[in-house]
């Protein structure tokens, strides 16, 4: 008897052959892939892996016009660098070819099963699907991974489908409407750029681009904030006046603010009230791949692409469970007290879980999926781990920890003041009860004084100010706001959603933290809703997502849904063949305007190019060969829009991580480059004045005050511009 576990990645293969048994012989084909062999009285068990796809999908004639008729292949053949995958597709060939039963042990979702059917189909033989079973775990311990084995399912065709529907209606869009749009091009311009669409991706940028369209638009409104320094006899810090607010708030009224300012000079203030609530606080609930991925860009600064892959890798090591899930629950089945116990053998996650209570009930949230439960430590603990992943791995940790914790509680005190007739009242908070805040050491404690006052106490007024302000655009996405924006619009899946946004960063369409769209993607968007709105329709990508959805749960075809993808994809591609050269002219423009950095002495633009022959990028003079000013480019440097002080030119970032520089894009200018990015100005502190600076700390990057350690103003990069509007107001 043979069996066959095809597994997803290497590492994977190892846990399995580990898990099932202890007399496993670790094997070699050819140079390069391992494999394992368990050999029992009557059962001779092969583990072997792939390296995610093995197989891509590619049109069966590449002359066509438009591809629909395709066919998989090794993936290997459709990229160049992925030549490496060629030594696994014919080690799983010859390893796996004519086994007896064959068992899917691949990640338990629609890309892990659609990976493992390929591989058995395409590589051991269309047969081989008739005796394969499924292995369905969550995490790669050792007791899941033989409960699995010792309980597998069948294979859900439902889910393979789906997989399949998935890439090959992917496909038809993205690869011949991009095609459509480069060609589009071509015929206009008589140029090759190559442009990128897709049925996800496109809607995304066309989100973007809304937001940008809004804050272009945005016309500031002036309005009045009319506040009372009162004189302070009971704070910590005396020197310090206790400022109080105008109950109107935001006064777009001038005279109205310029009434309420008179009346009130000269006058002392009264307390008419003075109210101390209580306020519950949950602990939080479970990550699931979302929740992960923004908590991880508000507390490290980390993309949602770099958190879910260093998520993938703690699930891969055993430590943490599937990253790619909807749930936010944790059922019983998982088995908490022996967590909790492996866990304790650290010594600091040891003194929380010792404190927790009793009750062995999580605080949940709503989401479910059916495939895994939310994200949680194995109990299995590290013992080396580098900084990035070690940040991901404690917020699991401590997440799950404090979801068993008690409530915590805020107290809120608010005095309501009389100064002459107006009204004025200030707020302060501080936690009463610590609870699951105590087990969790990424949100902000609130430690506000609060002044004895009583109702009647009368309270001097050293100053009535009247500051005049301006109402602010809309907030320009970040990407882990965004990534909750695709997901309250049902765009994307849990697992494309990062990959999604980060192409779009890939193809230059967007840039920056606070996400900016530059010209080039508003004008493929401004192009595509004028002569083909379907692509950038969010109701067409929502309703497909279903229909795939659908084919999982059984409700529609996998050749239903192909289908009514191929006639949207039709219909679109008539859209640009009708318009294509406004389209074409409209995309190159958009195009020529994004590259160009600066100008020129000459008069003319300095333009970002490429050079087939050094295959490299440089910047040049649009008036060549008039003009031949050049400026080389470092590899991977990305010319920034602030400009040297020196000689005026753009200034230029580049080198990898925190070793990353900044430098005058004329390296002749004289500029120290060695010492230009050890701390970048952002702006000016709204404390003190002084310079805020770019640092690295214990969280990855913040911004900090010049003057520390006399001022302590510190913000997240991500909360920066929301910290100096609420400073403001």
């Keep these: 008897m043979h069996e066959v576990i095809i597994c997803e990645k290497p590492k994977s293969a190892e846990k399995i052959a580990q898990a099932l048994s202890s007399n496993v012989k670790k094997m070699k084909y050819g140079r390069k892939v391992n494999y394992w062999e368990i050999n029992e009285k009557d059962k001779r068990i092969t583990i072997i892996s792939a390296v995610g796809h093995l197989y891509s999908l590619t049109p069966k004639n590449q002359k066509e016009k438009v591809y629909f008729d395709l066919k998989w292949v090794p993936s290997y053949e459709t990229q160049k660098n992925l030549n490496y995958v060629k030594d696994y597709v014919y080690a799983i060939k010859k390893l796996g070819k004519g086994a007896d039963k064959y068992i899917h042990a691949c990640d338990y979702d629609i890309e892990g099963t659609l990976i493992g059917f390929n591989a058995l189909k395409y590589a051991c033989g269309e047969n081989s699907i008739d005796i394969t079973s499924r292995m369905k775990f969550s995490t790669l311990t050792k007791k899941d991974l033989i409960d699995a084995y010792n309980n597998q399912i ?53 989100i973007l681009v809304g937001r940008e369209k809004e804050i272009q638009k945005f016309v500031p409104e002036p309005y009045w904030l009319i506040k009372a320094l009162l004189e302070n006899k009971y704070e910590k810090n005396k020197e310090e006046d206790i400022i109080a607010d105008h109950v109107e708030g935001k006064i777009f009224d001038p005279e109205r603010a310029e009434k309420i300012f008179e009346s009130c000079q000269g006058a002392d203030s009264t307390v008419d009230k003075v109210k101390l609530s209580e306020t519950i606080r949950k602990p939080p609930i479970p990550f699931n791949l979302g929740g992960l991925q923004s908590e991880a860009h508000t507390v490290f600064g980390f993309s949602p692409k770099k958190t879910q892959t260093i998520a993938q890798n703690l699930y891969t090591e055993g430590y943490t469970s599937y990253p790619r899930t909807s749930s936010q629950k944790l059922p019983e089945s998982l088995e908490f007290k022996k967590i909790f116990k492996q866990l304790s053998a650290n010594e600091v996650f040891k003194k929380h879980i010792d404190s927790l209570p009793q009750k062995t009930k999580p605080n949940e949230g709503k989401k479910i999926d059916a495939a895994h439960p939310a994200i949680h430590p194995t109990g299995i603990i590290p013992k080396k781990l580098d900084s990035d992943s070690a940040k991901i791995y404690e917020l699991i ?16 005190l608010r005095v309501d003041l009389s100064v002459d007739k107006e009204k004025f009242f200030f707020k302060r908070k501080r936690v009463s009860y610590m609870g699951w805040l105590s087990h969790y050491p990424f949100r902000k404690i609130e430690e506000d004084f609060f002044p004895a006052f009583k109702k009647g106490d009368n309270i001097k007024v050293n100053e009535i100010l009247s500051e005049e302000k301006e109402t602010k655009p809309p907030a320009r996405y970040n990407e882990a706001s965004l990534i909750k924006e695709l997901e309250k619009r049902e765009l994307g899946t849990k697992a494309t959603r990062a990959d999604i946004i980060a192409k779009l960063y890939d193809r230059k369409y967007i840039s920056g933290k606070k996400i900016e769209v530059n010209q080039l993607g508003m004008n493929i968007i401004s ?67 994004s590259r160009i950095v600066g100008k020129c002495t000459c008069g003319g633009n300095l333009v970002v190019r490429f050079s087939p022959k050094t295959k490299s990028s440089f910047v040049g003079c649009s008036n060549y060969p008039d003009c031949n000013v050049i400026y080389s480019l470092p590899k991977g440097a990305e010319v920034l829009k602030s400009k040297c002080e020196k000689c005026g030119l753009p200034n230029i970032s580049f080198g990898r991580g925190k070793s990353r520089k900044r430098a005058c894009l004329d390296s002749k200018c004289g500029v120290d480059h060695s010492k230009i990015n050890e701390v970048e100005v952002v702006g000016q ?30 913000s997240s990069l991500e909360d920066l511009e929301d910290k100096l509007n609420k400073k403001e107001d």
């Design 154 to 206: 069948e294979l859900d065709i439902n889910q393979v489908n789906g997989g399949i529907a998935r890439h090959i209606v992917d496909f038809y869009f993205g690869v011949n409407i991009s095609k459509a749009l480069t060609t589009a091009v071509r015929k206009a311009k008589y140029r090759y750029l190559q442009l990128s669409a897709g049925r996800v991706q496109t809607p995304t940028l066309a």
């Design 397 to 412: 940790v401590y997440r799950f920890i404090s979801v068993f914790a008690e409530n915590s509680k805020l107290e809120t």
């Design 527 to 593: 192009n595509l809703q004028e002569y083909c709105k379907n692509l950038t329709s969010e109701e067409l990508t929502r309703d497909l997502e279903k229909k795939l959805e659908g084919i999982m749960a059984d409700k529609i075809t996998k050749d239903k849904v192909i289908e009514d993808a191929k006639k949207e994809v039709l219909t679109i591609l008539d859209d640009i063949d009708k318009n294509n050269l406004k389209i074409g002219e409209g995309l190159y423009n958009a195009y020529q305007e």
């Design 685 to 714: 502190c709204p404390d003190c004045g002084n310079n805020l600076l770019k640092r690295h700390g214990r969280y990855g990057e913040f911004v900090g005050c010049s003057g520390f350690p006399k001022c302590k103003f510190t």
